[in-house]
């Protein structure tokens, strides 16, 4: 594939990326890590632990301050090159909450970092200085409980929150769609000039792009019910009609995805199970 693996991009005055070699079905081209600053700086989910990706990393940084690295969430594509990044560099690890999911039973969950930890954990709200100016956590749980996305000035990194190629996979036990849809609505209210996440290209129309995916989510919601009201159905005969011809190599995500919308209806007193299959309440 021809993306620009190990090579520093520069966005803008103060923002520049670096793409990580972990292409796939759920990671488009890869993980893109983020460097923000100039004269010092703060790395945006490190990635995945590959020697390649660090090097190229400790290359960008060039000798420079790093204030934080910095990870949105704990999923294995973004955060395991925490700490050989802030053993590399000297810098601290801040930012989102570890999150310890079981290895079996109804918490599993392979996906993600068990071995994250943070020297600092920041809530909503907090933020670190970079070039005297503030990176601060906004708290966007619904992808993972754990997820931040972090805002510079009129930018927004968005993590896995909101992705500039695909929508994001929500998928229980640790995926909530509730409150997914409750932080793509935190950030319809606010007014940030452009997004950079962690897959994709940049988004720069994001009041636009998020009433786009509340829209679709809405529509799946509306869809997923019309199917179980017609008759009790087990979510594979959901992920079929209601995902026609999807890659099969995202058909388990897909009936991930059902769930949670089923478990939010749920919670809503709209839908009820019966065994392994759902039914209009
Ligand atoms: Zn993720």
Not at 124 to 147: K, R, W, Y
Not at 212 to 240: F, T, Y
């Given at each position: 594939?021809?993306?620009?693996?190990a090579?520093l991009?520069?966005?803008?005055?103060?923002?520049?990326?670096?793409?990580?070699?972990?292409?796939?079905?759920?990671?488009?081209?890869?993980?893109?890590?983020?460097?923000?600053?100039?004269?010092?700086?703060?790395?945006?989910?490190?990635?995945?632990?590959?020697?390649?990706?660090?090097?190229?990393?400790?290359?960008?940084?060039?000798?420079?301050?790093?204030?934080?690295?910095?990870?949105?969430?704990?999923?294995?594509?973004?955060?395991?090159?925490?700490?050989?990044?802030?053993?590399?560099?000297?810098?601290?690890?801040?930012g989102?909450?570890?999150?310890?999911?079981?290895?079996?039973?109804?918490?599993?969950?392979?996906?993600?970092?068990g071995?994250?930890?943070?020297d600092?954990?920041?809530?909503?709200g907090?933020?670190?200085?970079?070039?005297g100016?503030?990176?601060?956590?906004?708290?966007?749980?619904g992808?993972?409980?754990?997820?931040?996305?972090?805002?510079?000035?009129?930018?927004?990194?968005?993590?896995?929150?909101?992705?500039?190629?695909?929508?994001?996979?929500?998928?229980?036990?640790?995926?909530?769609?509730?409150?997914?849809?409750?932080?793509?609505?935190?950030?319809?209210?606010?007014?940030?000039?452009?997004?950079?996440?962690?897959?994709?290209?940049?988004?720069?129309?994001?009041?636009?792009?998020?009433?786009?995916?509340?829209?679709?989510?809405?529509?799946?919601?509306?869809?997923i019910?019309?199917l179980?009201?017609?008759?009790?159905?087990?979510?594979?005969?959901?992920?079929?009609?209601?995902?026609?011809?999807?890659?099969?190599?995202?058909?388990?995500?897909?009936?991930g995805?059902?769930?949670?919308?089923?478990?939010?209806?749920?919670?809503?007193?709209?839908?009820?199970?019966?065994?392994?299959?759902?039914?209009?309440?």
């Amino acid at each position: 594939m021809d993306a620009p693996y190990a090579k520093l991009e520069t966005l803008e005055p103060g923002i520049a990326r670096v793409l990580a070699h972990n292409p796939s079905a759920f990671t488009y081209y890869g993980t893109q890590t983020y460097l923000v600053g100039e004269r010092e700086l703060a790395v945006i989910d490190p990635g995945p632990d590959l020697p390649e990706h660090l090097d190229a990393l400790e290359k960008a940084v060039g000798g420079r301050p790093v204030v934080a690295v910095m990870c949105t969430h704990t999923h294995r594509d973004h955060s395991p090159a925490a700490r050989p990044l802030a053993i590399r560099t000297g810098a601290p690890i801040v930012g989102c909450a570890p999150l310890s999911l079981e290895t079996v039973g109804p918490r599993a969950d392979a996906s993600f970092d068990g071995d994250y930890a943070a020297d600092r954990v920041l809530e909503d709200g907090d933020s670190v200085q970079v070039d005297g100016e503030s990176l601060t956590a906004v708290a966007t749980p619904g992808h993972t409980s754990n997820h931040l996305c972090f805002a510079f000035g009129d930018a927004l990194f968005t993590g896995d929150h909101v992705m500039g190629w695909s929508t994001t996979v929500v998928v229980p036990p640790d995926g909530d769609m509730a409150a997914y849809m409750q932080s793509l609505d935190k950030l319809r209210r606010r007014d940030d000039r452009v997004y950079y996440p962690a897959h994709g290209q940049p988004v720069d129309n994001p009041q636009q792009y998020v009433r786009h995916l509340v829209g679709h989510r809405m529509q799946r919601e509306k869809q997923i019910l019309s199917l179980v009201k017609e008759r009790a159905r087990a979510i594979p005969d959901i992920v079929a009609n209601a995902y026609p011809g999807l890659d099969s190599r995202l058909l388990t995500a897909a009936g991930g995805s059902v769930l949670a919308h089923l478990l939010d209806l749920e919670r809503r007193g709209l839908v009820e199970p019966q065994g392994d299959e759902w039914t209009a309440a």
